[in-house]
């Protein structure tokens, strides 16, 4: 079973590798770029969403472990006026699926899709998001990243992936 760790219990040179593997995911799937945090809380009559980034450590069941970057959706002030369910399977519909495929004698294959909030397709997301980069990650004070695609913990994520498979699948 994954186990969630502390950020105490996550310090150290190879929780460093992980942090820095991780951050360079975000980077090679383009999911941010860098702004000011001056110009864009100088824009005049324009509020902006701004939130912190934050590290979850997990250690995988095989022993691997994990750091994955995430934003503070909790604290997205425009959380409950954005379309964020996508169509996913129930536990009751996954058993039906499953009782199915064994009446029919069907083989069931799986996949996994590495990073896959990452590989969105940023033209579909139309959400003015900023972030607070992690101290670790040697940014400015003035510096924020402006997301370009929906990142983890974001309530529209799953809905943004969703839209990419079905963009991609039409």
């Not at 324009?46 to 250690?59: A, D, E, G, Q, S």
């Not at 994990?66 to 604290?75: E, I, N, S, Y």
Request: with cysteine.
């Amino acid at each position: 079973k994954t186990r969630i760790l502390p950020a105490s219990e996550s310090e150290g040179p190879e929780w460093d590798t992980k942090r820095r593997e991780e951050f360079m995911k975000l980077v090679g799937n383009d999911t941010h770029v860098l702004a000011s945090r001056k110009k864009v809380s100088g824009r005049k009559g324009k509020r902006f969403n701004l939130l912190r980034m934050i590290w979850i450590y997990t250690i995988k069941a095989d022993g691997r472990k994990k750091a994955r970057l995430c934003v503070q959706g909790c604290k997205d002030w425009e959380k409950k006026d954005i379309l964020s369910s996508s169509p996913t399977l129930g536990r009751e519909s996954f058993r039906l699926v499953l009782f199915a495929l064994t009446q029919m004698r069907w083989e069931c294959l799986s996949g996994d899709v590495p990073n896959a909030f990452l590989q969105q397709d940023g033209s579909l997301w139309d959400r003015e998001i900023y972030c607070i980069a992690p101290d670790c990650l040697g940014f400015g004070s003035d510096d924020i990243l402006h997301m370009q695609k929906a990142a983890y913990w974001l309530v529209d994520a799953p809905l943004q992936w969703y839209a990419t498979l079905d963009k991609w699948f039409s």
